[in-house]
T-cell receptor
Framework: QKEVEQNSGPLSVPEGAIASLNCTYSDRGSQSFFWYRQYSGKSPELIMSIYSNGDKEDGRFTAQLNKASQYVSLLIRDSQPSDSATYLCAVRKGNNNDMRFGAGTRLTVKP | DADVTQTPRNRITKTGKRIMLECSQTKGHDRMYWYRQDPGLGLRLIYYSFDVKDINKGEISDGYSVSRQAQAKFSLSLESAIPNQTALYFC????????????????FGPGTRLTVL
């Protein structure tokens, strides 16, 4: 079992719809959770971080964390074609531990 | 100027050659990382360093070595390159005490595309 698992996609949604990206992790001791966006041929960039159970909203993005279910998700409201990218879920056990990444979910937003 | 730079950006080499990838940062961060990215496998950590005197192996360190020459410089070496080391390599930095940002946010360099023939 991979430490961080994501559906590879591709996930296709129409412009203006809600895109829902999911991630599960295996280490119950994980404390920090991150979503990175990576455009084709570019480096990953952080878009959301979450540390506590529940929802965290930032503009059109909402991260959701459920530690009991070992599940973290990212919702993108009012999806735009510019949101088309691969979204990487990353998990860290503690501040002095390394980060583990999922393989990423490729999202396509169609005009 | 980019905060995290990597050289070279592209490299084609032959099996058995020694290769060095370099990373420099102007962010003043203590922590630096080397990852490789392969299709379908995501980012995998090769080595990381929390300061100049601290080097740690990641998930896939076999076949690689690193050198932290200074706070701002972290080099990755492939002592004898093999074809399955063909990948996109990323350097990243982070600062545990970053002000105004999330804990341990990692900032990535532009990547080095390495092909081993």
């Amino acid at each position: 079992q991979k430490e961080v698992e994501q559906n590879s996609g591709p996930l296709s949604v129409p412009e203006g719809a809600i895109a829902s990206l999911n991630c599960t992790y295996s280490d119950r001791g994980s404390q920090s959770f991150f979503w990175y966006r990576q455009y084709s041929g570019k480096s990953p960039e952080l878009i959301m971080s979450i540390y506590s159970n529940g929802d965290k909203e930032d503009g059109r993005f909402t991260a959701q964390l459920n530690k009991a279910s070992q599940y973290v998700s990212l919702l993108i409201r009012d999806s735009q074609p510019s949101d088309s990218a691969t979204y990487l879920c990353a998990v860290r056990k503690g501040n002095n531990n390394d980060m583990r990444f999922g393989a990423g979910t490729r999202l396509t937003v169609k005009p | 100027d980019a905060d995290v730079t990597q050289t070279p950006r592209n490299r084609i080499t032959k099996t058995g050659k020694r290769i060095m990838l370099e990373c420099s940062q102007t962010k003043g961060h203590d922590r630096m990382y080397w990852y490789r990215q392969d299709p379908g496998l995501g980012l995998r950590l090769i080595y990381y360093s929390f300061d100049v005197k601290d080097i740690n192996k990641g998930e896939i360190s076999d076949g690689y070595s690193v050198s932290r020459q200074a706070q701002a410089k972290f080099s990755l070496s492939l002592e004898s390159a093999i074809p399955n080391q063909t990948a996109l390599y990323f350097c990243a930095t982070s600062d545990l005490t970053a002000k105004g940002g999330p804990r341990n946010e990692q900032f990535f360099g532009p990547g080095t595309r390495l092909t081993v023939l």
